[in-house]
């Protein structure tokens, strides 16, 4: 139902109807395809199969290489045969934070998703989350609410209005830092342990007063010599996998390439195209993501694992969603490590997203309204939104070594269990 519905969009059906590959495939007769229908896909099976049997030299050399070099000049685009050979993966050490005894381990540059994330718990680990928890909690249980209606699952869990101000702040703080200072680290000097280090951490948390601060300034450091998957998985042997992949927007550039059964991505817009002019998410970027030749673009992926002290793997945790992929996993990661709910009440629960700029804050339609309009009354512009973003994908392991998948119910995955 999802693909049918995208492919019904206005928009989006402009933008593939442009192109005649995705034409002949999604709107055969002139029409879309619609749920249930049946959708083949030769072309791209072939090139599947030539992946499974040659690995990633049937890509970057060979039909598919030649197919896609021919096809790229036939629309004018700069793609030689020597590009794709000359393209190699990175091996980078992921990022490593503590959040309430676990391990945090994330996705390091160019993706922003990992010192963002770590950034946000950390500011908020030196908030008393617990102690407002615990407030609230007496509350309910106090004489004198009785007759109150019992609210929502986050006011039962003990989430106030007051801690989701922090969480808004914290989330605005990150991204300012990330507009600023995130790019490819193999070409601009990315101040990583500067951003993650406690004293600025501890400078982010003193800027974070009663009311919101719509123009934060971003990270000064020392002068010195962004359509998307995850998938988590989990062996029995407690290897962990969290991948995140994408096309950038829905359908990449809507450019399909008609031997090979693929869409072109649109990555090139995670670039700061012009500093200071937002992409297609809003989000702002600067010199330290400016286009530039081999530079890889800097994105929102968070692809996260958690240990505990004995290094065995509690939680592997990830999602779609453009810039909504941190605010979405630091949301989960929160609702089960501060307040007590499952993973899979934490991950149904409605989510808000603050990215800087622009100011306003989206939260989800079904937010809990007394939050709402209390956030409101502190300051913050609050926008409610009728769609549900993300999906995130995640697994938590059980007491007793059981793991238990969830997939967000905003879309259509699925959590999945083998025995081998």
């Known amino acids: 139902p999802d693909l049918a519905r995208d492919l019904a969009n206005g928009e989006l059906r402009a933008r593939l109807e442009a192109d005649p590959g995705a034409r002949a495939l999604f709107y055969p007769g002139g029409q879309p395809l619609r749920a249930g229908a049946r959708l083949v896909q030769p072309a791209l099976a072939r090139t599947l199969a030539e992946l499974a049997e040659r690995g990633p030299d049937a ?133 990583v342990a500067e951003l993650l280090a406690p004293e600025w951490i501890a400078t982010r948390r003193a800027q974070i007063g009663e009311q919101p601060n719509p123009q934060p300034r971003a990270f000064e450091p020392r002068p010195e010599s ?94 779609p969603g453009g810039p909504r992929i941190i605010s979405s996993v630091a949301e989960v990661l929160l609702r089960v490590l501060v307040y007590g709910q499952t993973l899979e009440q934490a991950v149904a629960a409605p989510r808000l997203h603050q990215q800087a700029a622009p100011a306003t804050t989206e939260c989800e339609q079904d937010f809990t309204p007394v939050f709402v309009a209390r956030l409101r009354e502190r300051g913050h512009a609050i926008e409610v939104v009728s769609r549900r973003w993300s999906s995130v994908q995640a697994i938590a392991v059980e007491p007793g070594g059981v793991p238990v998948g969830v997939s967000d119910p905003r879309s259509g995955g699925a959590a999945v269990a083998e025995e081998r």
Request: with cysteine; charged share 20%; aromatic share 8%.
């Open 59 to 191: 890509f970057y050399s060979g039909r598919c290489a030649g197919e896609l070099v021919e096809f790229s000049a036939e629309r004018g685009a700069r793609l030689s045969s020597e590009d794709l050979l000359a393209y190699a993966p990175v091996w980078r050490e992921p990022l490593s934070g503590w959040f309430r005894g676990y391990e945090v381990l994330t996705a390091p540059p160019p993706s922003s998703g990992g010192i963002a994330l770590l950034q946000v718990l950390g500011i908020l680990d030196g908030f008393p989350l617990d102690a407002e928890r615990a407030q609230a909690l007496a509350q309910q249980r106090s004489p004198l609410s009785a007759l109150a209606a019992p609210g929502s699952a986050d006011e039962q869990a003990g989430l106030t209005e007051r801690a989701l101000h922090w969480w808004i702040e914290a989330l605005r703080l990150a991204f300012a830092d990330r507009a600023e200072h995130l790019g490819d680290p193999d070409a601009w000097p990315v101040p």
């Open 226 to 319: 962004e359509q998307t998957t995850h998938v988590s998985v989990l062996d029995r042997e407690g290897n962990a996998v969290a991948l995140t992949t994408t096309l950038n927007e829905t359908f990449g550039s809507g450019i399909l390439v008609p031997e090979l059964g693929f869409l072109l991505n649109n990555e090139l817009d995670d670039f700061a195209l012009q500093a200071g002019t937002p992409n297609a998410y809003g989000l702002l970027g600067a010199a330290a993501n400016a286009l530039r030749p081999g530079r890889r673009p800097l994105s929102s992926m968070t692809p996260t694992v958690l240990r505990d002290n004995g290094n065995t793997v509690a939680l592997v945790i990830g999602s």
